[in-house]
């Protein structure tokens, strides 16, 4: 009961974008996390609301990272791309926060190369995760896993564009519970 408690007090999520992000992964996770009920703010981690994708893809994000609120905050959402991943982790401000997210034990969620980024803050040590293939080393301690998405504890990973979906599903499984994930998915006509 405590568990389903704290599941469905899990309505405000945050992904993170910075130039170079992979549009697919970013906007797939907006997209049917919104049509599951949630509230995600996408974040642009720069000066400017419009964040250039890793395509040349234009989109203006919800708030400048500076303007957010990280105690109305229930996850942190990061999205890969290379160049994206690189500034991402460039970010100090953001990095504290996921660090602080995860020690409190709330939720962080990375996708494509994005869980790179974990791996080098040790926040992956001794859970199942996966990431692009090529970036598994990165991962310090995880025992890496090549299943499309993964929730280990408070922390949920990716393998990359094609597993979009597969990955916001889990967010939506965590946060709303798997009945709900799986109503997303047929709506969706997601065959699994």
């Known amino acids: 009961m405590e568990e389903e408690r704290r599941v469905s007090d899990m309505k405000n999520l945050a992904i993170f ?20 009920g949630l509230t995600v703010t996408m974040a642009a981690i720069g000066a400017s609301l419009t964040v250039n994708g890793s395509h040349g ?13 990280f105690n109305k905050l229930d996850m942190l959402i990061l999205p890969g791309g290379k160049f994206g991943t690189q500034n991402l982790e460039a970010c100090g401000v953001l990095m504290e926060k996921v660090d602080a997210f995860f020690e409190g034990g709330k939720y962080v969620a990375a996708i494509c190369a994005a869980p790179s980024i974990l791996g080098h803050r040790g926040i992956l040590e001794g859970r199942r995760a996966c990431c692009y293939p090529g970036f598994e080393e990165q991962l310090k301690g995880a025992d890496v896993v090549y299943e499309p998405a993964v929730t280990a ?8 564009m094609g597993c979009s979906i597969h990955f916001a599903l889990k967010i939506i499984g965590v946060c709303c519970g798997q009945e709900r994930a799986e109503q997303i998915a047929k709506q969706v006509v997601f065959p699994g």
């Open 57 to 69: 893809i234009r989109v203006e994000a919800d708030a400048l990272l500076e303007n957010l609120d």
């Open 17 to 36: 974008l910075a130039d170079g992000f992979e549009e697919i992964e970013g906007l797939t996770v907006v997209d049917l996390c919104r049509r599951a």
């Open 153 to 160: 504890g408070n922390v949920i990973t990716g393998r990359g």
